[in-house]
């Protein structure tokens, strides 16, 4: 059937397993088989609604911050960084001070939530969450502090909520581990800006799963703060404009910080962040198929606690969401279909 191409479409949206339709809307897909995905690819007949998203409107947002409205910082730009209140007396400048060798270990929980709708199909995968321990160590310290980082995943498993029985075979699991056995690299600055992100495979050196790049590149990215150049003291805040690619998609991002607490190397931090993408293609890392990004806007919010002689967060509670409308174009470019995608991602660590 023509509506398979659709089907196929949704289940490629992230979904690792088959999701089911609901009824109504596959009845309503039949009678409509022909609407935006037969034709010629000047238009689609039946757009997706933004809107069927479960628990996520753009229209409940405030509007975007003027940084988002104009043009985005380069990509490998460290991030603007805008003192917006001083804070209280006394005021320090907060900056990492790692030394060379250092070595630490790092479990984050990283979870992934997909809610699509193409063209009038839904297909939603809930909240999947995996736990990646990671060793960290500074493989190189400069003389102005900057640091070069060097990473291992020695382990990953899928959380499974108490209660629930296990939802993978011991094959999938030794098949999950071996996939995330990689290792990788970034350049960590005293103010926090990550550049030159590397993954490859531990064996071989092959370059590592573009979803498993995705993930471990932003999450490292949001659970590090960017800190201001200027003294601060408690309560002070301060914004952070820059561009991440987050899904394979180059998205404007400002982040705004709030200390709420300092001793010492250590810091307590409120983050909030607003995000937003303007037309352009992309192509998704879960799934390699490729996309015309309409639009993009985004939110989220959290708490991040770190000491700053670490590589790692003491603790990380953060949430981030993200509506995006895209065209999806086969490869010959003779059939389309509008899409719609709530995502959500989740970045959890617990002190240890």
């Known amino acids: 059937m023509r509506w398979s191409i659709i089907i196929l479409i949704a289940l490629s949206l992230g979904c690792s397993k088959k999701q089911e339709s609901a009824p109504t809307e596959t009845e309503q897909a039949t009678d409509?088989?022909?609407a935006g995905v037969d034709k010629a690819p000047e238009a689609a007949d039946v757009i997706a609604d933004p809107g069927v998203a479960a628990g996520f409107k753009v229209e409940d947002l405030p509007p975007l911050?003027?940084?988002l409205q104009g043009q985005a910082p380069l990509l490998e730009a460290p991030p603007l960084v805008r003192v917006l209140d001083p804070g209280s007396e006394p005021r320090q400048e907060l900056r990492w001070a790692v030394e060379s060798g250092f070595e630490q270990?790092?479990?984050a929980t990283l979870g992934i939530a997909v809610d699509a709708v193409?063209?009038?199909?839904?297909?939603?995968?809930?909240?999947?969450?995996?736990?990646y321990d990671l060793t960290m160590q500074a493989k190189k310290v400069r003389k102005d502090g900057t640091v070069r980082v060097g990473f291992s995943v020695t382990g990953v498993e899928v959380v499974v909520p108490e209660g629930q029985e296990p939802k993978q075979?011991?094959?999938?699991?030794?098949?999950?581990?071996?996939r995330a056995r990689v290792v990788g690299s970034y350049t960590l600055s005293p103010q926090g800006a990550i550049s030159d992100f590397e993954l490859s495979k531990a064996s071989g050196?092959?370059?590592?799963?573009?979803?498993?790049v995705d993930l471990l590149r932003w999450s490292l990215g949001q659970m590090t703060p960017a800190l201001p150049a200027e003294p601060v003291g408690v309560g002070a805040k301060w914004s952070a404009h820059e561009s991440i690619l987050q899904g394979g998609i180059l998205?404007?991002?400002?982040?705004?910080?709030?200390?709420?607490?300092?001793d010492g190397n250590r810091v307590e931090l409120a983050v909030e962040l607003r995000q937003s993408a303007g037309p352009q293609p992309y192509t998704n890392p879960m799934t390699g198929a490729s996309f015309e990004l309409q639009g993009l806007n985004g939110t989220g919010s959290g708490?991040?606690?770190?000491?700053?002689?670490?590589?790692?967060?003491?603790?990380?509670?953060?949430?981030?969401?993200?509506?995006?409308?895209a065209i999806f174009r086969n490869q010959d470019q003779t059939k389309k279909a509008s899409v719609a995608v709530h995502n959500q991602r989740t970045i959890k660590v617990v002190a240890q």
């Open 105 to 107: 270990p790092l479990t």
């Open 65 to 67: 911050p003027p940084e």
């Open 118 to 131: 193409i063209v009038l199909i839904r297909s939603n995968m809930p909240m999947v969450e995996s736990s």
């Open 32 to 34: 409509t088989e022909a």
């Open 169 to 178: 075979t011991e094959a999938q699991k030794l098949a999950m581990q071996e």
């Open 251 to 262: 998205v404007n991002q400002l982040r705004t910080f709030e200390l709420l607490k300092r």
């Open 303 to 325: 708490t991040l606690g770190w000491d700053l002689s670490r590589l790692a967060p003491l603790m990380t509670d953060l949430k981030a969401d993200a509506l995006d409308s």
């Open 205 to 212: 050196g092959a370059p590592a799963a573009p979803s498993l």
